[in-house]
């Protein structure tokens, strides 16, 4: 059993070696590292962190205990030291479904002595609340149930609504939807990538082949770049207020996203990666000498 726990980590040691030397060329996912992994990790923790909208989220803490006028002085059964406890606990647990598991342990059915039944749609059960302190079951509010956790009734509802009828709690499926829409806005681009790589001629190429074959000068890794390169500079001309071309930067267009800004942003749109000659060795060709030929489609639309 030792051994092999020594020769995993010696293993993980060594591919992160790998990782360091092969840096800059394919790089393996790292979601431990991850900045929504740390914040989800805080997050459970109950410490502060920072969330999606870069706003800084406060850290939990114990909250003060429900009123004296409370019908179950639950400020007398469980005191300072033992909520302290119950707190730490709970968010030393720092996962989501083992908390959730936590509460629901915590919930008991209360059977009213009269109860309104209604067979298409039976109401819930009303719950109590309950902390174990020295081994015993302790009954308390729901106000000091939630401000010992700090926590909100949310929270409890959707443990409720999670739970089965035979107390199975379902599994957490957060983050694990997948945005369709701006999923198929990236396939259409990459598509469109794709279909804008030149392509050329091969010699082995048989006649009925329909294999496509492009420059073998870039590698995988090339192509991929230069589609994060795309994606990065792509700009949707309905954000943009204004646009401006000028004679002396042919490889750039100027824009202004709102009224507010002052200057126009410059849009660099020449390939980088290829190598192209500087501007003051191109000559320029007029694109149209003159009166552009109407497509055989436009003539007969204008015959007519
Ligand atoms: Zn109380």
């Known amino acids: 059993m030792q051994d092999t726990i020594m020769h995993d980590s010696t293993s993980a040691a060594n591919k992160a070696a ?3 030397f092969t840096k800059g060329r394919k790089r393996t996912r790292q979601p431990e590292n991850w900045k929504q992994t740390k914040s989800k990790i805080l997050r459970n923790s109950g410490k502060s962190y920072i969330n999606s909208k870069n706003t800084i989220t406060k850290a939990r803490q114990l909250k003060p205990p429900c009123k004296d006028t409370c019908r179950l002085r639950c400020f007398t059964k469980i005191n300072s030291v033992q909520r302290q406890n119950i ?28 109860k309104y039944t209604n067979a298409l749609a039976p109401r819930n059960c009303n719950k109590a609340f309950h902390f174990i302190v020295n081994g015993n079951p302790i009954r308390v509010c729901k106000v000091f149930f939630l401000n010992i956790l700090d926590i909100s009734d949310r929270v ?35 598509k469109e990538f794709i279909n804008s790589i030149p392509r050329t001629d091969s010699h082995y190429r048989r006649q009925s082949s329909i294999r496509e074959y ?44 709102s009224y507010k800004q002052q200057n126009f942003s410059e849009v660099y749109v020449r390939n980088r990666r290829t190598k ?29």
């Open 18 to 20: 790998v990782a360091v």
């Open 87 to 114: 707190f730490d606990t709970y968010w030393g647990i720092g996962d989501i479904h083992n908390q959730r598991s936590f509460i629901w342990s915590c919930l008991t059915n209360i059977e009213p002595k009269y």
């Open 156 to 190: 409890v509802r959707t443990v409720r609504s999670k739970t089965d009828e035979h107390g199975v709690l379902k599994t957490d499926f957060r983050g694990m939807t997948c945005n369709r829409k701006s999923d198929e806005v990236l396939i259409s681009d990459i």
């Open 214 to 257: 492009i420059d073998g000068s870039k590698t995988i890794v090339d192509l991929f770049r230069d589609f994060e390169e795309v994606q990065n500079k792509k700009i949707s001309l309905l954000e943009n207020l204004m646009i401006k071309v000028t004679k002396n930067n042919p490889f750039s267009f100027f824009i202004k996203e």
């Open 276 to 304: 192209m000659l500087p501007l003051n060795q191109l000559t320029l060709v007029k694109a149209y000498t003159g009166k552009q030929e109407l497509s055989e489609n436009k003539k007969k639309i204008y015959a007519s």
